[in-house]
């Protein structure tokens, strides 16, 4: 990890005006990061973790003190300031040694429901790309469902593309693809 990647931030501003910050996610995030989840409607749960949960799961929590950039990263969205400072988003990697010796990763994203279609999720992607090709990965993979094709199609700067894998099936809504970035 290169000393500065614990302090790599964006400060942008939303849509509506407010100030936003993208920045490295910390444990003490950790009750930040309950409350965003909180408020997730079920389907935007569904959506990010292919299943239904009621909360995160405490080891994904003990996690964050292991971000490294090559093996996990994760990134949280926030508006506001210290004790009102709130999670509206977040986007996660981890890494791996691909058979061809290729440095890649499985990506994901969670935006609150209030904030979607401001192009959150693009941004952390691209910030994302930033710091995995620091660290020499490659490619950037995603399990996206059906119904989150469209969301996919448009993203920008950098795009997912179809990958050549299977197509599998996710439980009983539908079909997912695997979709591949290269960084």
């Known amino acids: ?3 500065d990647d614990l302090d790599f931030q964006q ?11 993208i920045r490295v996610m910390r444990p003490d995030d950790k009750p930040r990061l309950q409350a965003a ?11 990010r973790f292919f299943s239904f949960r009621k909360s995160i799961p405490d080891r994904a929590f003990e996690r964050i003190a292991e971000i490294d950039f090559v093996k996990l990263a994760g990134l949280v969205v926030i508006i506001g300031d210290g004790v009102d400072e709130t ?14 010796g290729a440095k890649v990763a499985e990506v994901a994203f969670t935006i609150e429901e209030d904030f979607q279609g401001q192009g959150l999720a693009s941004r ?5 790309v930033t710091l995995a090709r620091c660290h020499g990965l490659v490619r950037f993979e995603a399990e996206v469902l ?26 009983s ?11």
């Open 1 to 3: 990890m290169r000393d």
């Open 11 to 21: 400060q942008f501003t939303l849509r509506d005006g407010r100030p936003a910050l």
């Open 37 to 47: 989840f909180a408020k997730l409607d079920p389907q935007s749960v569904y959506t």
């Open 87 to 100: 999670v509206i988003g977040g986007a996660s990697y981890v890494g791996r040694t691909d058979a061809d």
């Open 124 to 128: 952390l992607l691209a910030a994302l």
């Open 146 to 171: 059906a119904a989150m094709r469209r969301c996919w199609s448009s993203s920008s700067p950098a795009q997912l593309q179809p990958g050549s894998g299977p197509r599998r099936r996710i439980g």
């Open 173 to 183: 809504r539908g079909d997912c693809d695997r979709q591949i970035l290269r960084t």
